[in-house]
């Protein structure tokens, strides 16, 4: 089982991090944008992480003309470009045991769990072995260290 996360190319680098992608994680702000990066059977999963996410994708699903576009740190595609029968809700119980069992955060701090300790959780419901690969973050005072090795040359 193979999880990525976001929009994390893999064609480009698939020297150091194979082809093959089983399921890949995102939420609005981080759609790939090129699907070919997936392969054909990678179960799409929606992380929703406020309910903005949800209005964003019934627009995308319905194809209706998006409304929404305040409220995201980085503006979301205006329409979808997968396969919509490989699409799938991540169960928000998985994100919540992430933030308030796993990182033990609490509601009052507005610190938030992230895509990939998120990823990690579900990975240790649904395997009895997990290996991580790329999984780190710079600290809070670095600036310049990038947060994905991917990023690195992009402005």
Known sequence: LILRLNDAPVKEHKKDV??????????PESVLLNPLENNDD????????KPLDFLWLREVLLKTRIKVRCGFWHQPP???????????ILNP????????????????NRRYATTGIIALNLALHMCQEVIIAGFGYPG???????IHCYNIGRS
């Open 18 to 27: 194979g082809e093959r992608t089983s399921i890949r994680l995102f939420f």
């Open 42 to 49: 990678t179960l799409m999963v929606f992380v929703p992480f």
């Open 78 to 88: 205006r329409e979808g470009n997968g396969n919509v029968s490989q699409l799938c």
């Open 93 to 108: 119980y998985v994100t919540y045991e992430a933030m308030y069992k796993l990182l033990q955060l609490n509601t009052s």
């Open 140 to 146: 809070n005072h670095d600036n310049t260290t990038p």
